[in-house]
């Protein structure tokens, strides 16, 4: 409670602090089953987090929108994303006598 509604206080929020129907939400779940987190889910969850990849998030909701589910990202277009990253990399390493 002092993590939700006491920050939301503290911040002077009323819109956000509980998961409740009309209140802001943010979220986000990590699968501590999977290969990235064994071993350390077991004793300590947050150190699993902390050390493990958990910047694979399982799934992600910001403000109430679903971002990412199983952990693939829902809001964009993920090839599309990897193309245009490829291309400023050919453009950067062509620029730099690299290509």
């Known amino acids: 409670e002092l ?3 006491g920050g939301a ?18 979220l986000v ?7 990235f987190m064994a071993g350390g889910a ?3 969850p947050v150190a699993a987090l902390v050390f493990g990849k ?11 929108r679903v971002l990412v589910e ?10 599309r994303l990897v193309a ?5 990399a050919r453009a950067l390493l062509a620029r730099a006598g690299r290509l």
């Open 70 to 79: 199983e952990g693939q990202p829902r809001a964009i277009d993920v090839r």
């Open 3 to 5: 993590a939700t509604l």
């Open 9 to 26: 206080t503290v911040l002077g929020r009323d819109d956000i602090g509980a998961l409740a129907p009309g209140m802001a939400a943010d």
């Open 84 to 88: 245009r990253h490829n291309q400023a």
């Open 54 to 64: 958990a910047q694979t998030a399982d799934f992600v909701v910001v403000n109430g």
């Open 42 to 44: 077991v004793h300590d």
């Open 29 to 35: 779940a990590f699968d501590m089953q999977s290969l």
